[in-house]
């Protein structure tokens, strides 16, 4: 099956630990991003990378780190230094250019006490 | 800032109705425009996307776009009380990233 995976479902963290969110895709897209939905609203850009080895601050990438190694992984790191984690991080892929429609893996949802 | 506005509801139609959705963005730049279905809880899913000025028709969706007017809608015909969830707007500019907007939550009723 092609498609986007995200793991944790749920995942729970003390105040001040670091936590990495797992998001892998085999549909061979270039671009990949990351996207951050607080309850009631829409959804905000943290990292994008549209080719491996490279990638850009999206809106509201304050206390956040991404990497892209390879095509298929690009995960994304919740530091202790973002003052608001707790949120539903939703990751997405394209293949990228103008006209491409993104598709959504099923999200992560971290609580942070 | 680039911006995509929608109503945020809640839009409540009976069952049978059309639904209408409306999304208006500030980037005359934008290129491509999408809707998306969200669920409670779930992530959004891909229902429509339009490029050109007018319509486009797919089974009882109808997307419908105006760039001068900086406009775009989503019809939904017949509705049934599966389609209640929420419809974010997205829209795509030269700089190839996609903005969201804060959706329109829709109730149809039985």
């Known amino acids: 099956d092609g498609g986007i995976t995200q793991s944790p479902k749920y995942l729970f963290r003390k105040e001040g630990q670091n936590v990495t969110l797992s998001c892998e895709q085999n549909?061979?897209?270039?671009?990949m991003y990351w996207y951050r939905q607080d309850p009631g609203q829409g959804l905000r850009l943290i990292y994008y990378?549209?080719?491996?080895?490279?990638?850009q601050k999206g809106d509201i990438a304050e206390g956040y780190s991404v990497s892209r190694e390879k095509k298929e992984s690009f995960p994304l790191t919740v530091t202790s230094a973002q003052k608001n984690p707790t949120a539903f991080y939703l990751c997405?892929?394209?293949?990228?250019?103008?006209?491409?429609?993104?598709?959504f893996g099923p999200g992560t949802r971290l609580t942070v006490t | 800032q680039k911006e995509v506005e929608q109503n945020s509801g809640p839009l409540s139609v009976p069952e049978g109705a059309i639904a209408s959705l409306n999304c208006t963005y500030s980037?005359?730049?934008?290129?491509?425009f999408f809707w998306y279905r969200q669920y409670s809880g779930k992530s959004p899913e891909l229902i429509m996307f339009?490029?050109?000025?007018g319509d486009k028709e797919d089974g009882r969706f109808t997307a419908q776009l105006n760039k001068a007017s900086q406009y775009v809608s989503l019809l939904i015909r017949d509705s049934q009380p599966s389609d209640s969830a929420t419809y974010l707007c997205?829209?795509?500019?030269?700089?190839?990233?996609?903005?969201f907007g804060p959706g329109t939550r829709l109730s149809v009723l039985p």
């Open positions: 997405a892929s394209s293949i990228g250019g103008a006209q491409y429609e993104q598709y």
């Open positions: 549909l061979n897209h270039d671009a």
């Open positions: 990378s549209q080719i491996v080895n490279d990638f």
């Open positions: 980037d005359r730049g934008s290129q491509s």
């Open positions: 339009i490029y050109s000025n």
């Open positions: 997205a829209v795509l500019g030269d700089g190839q990233n996609f903005v």
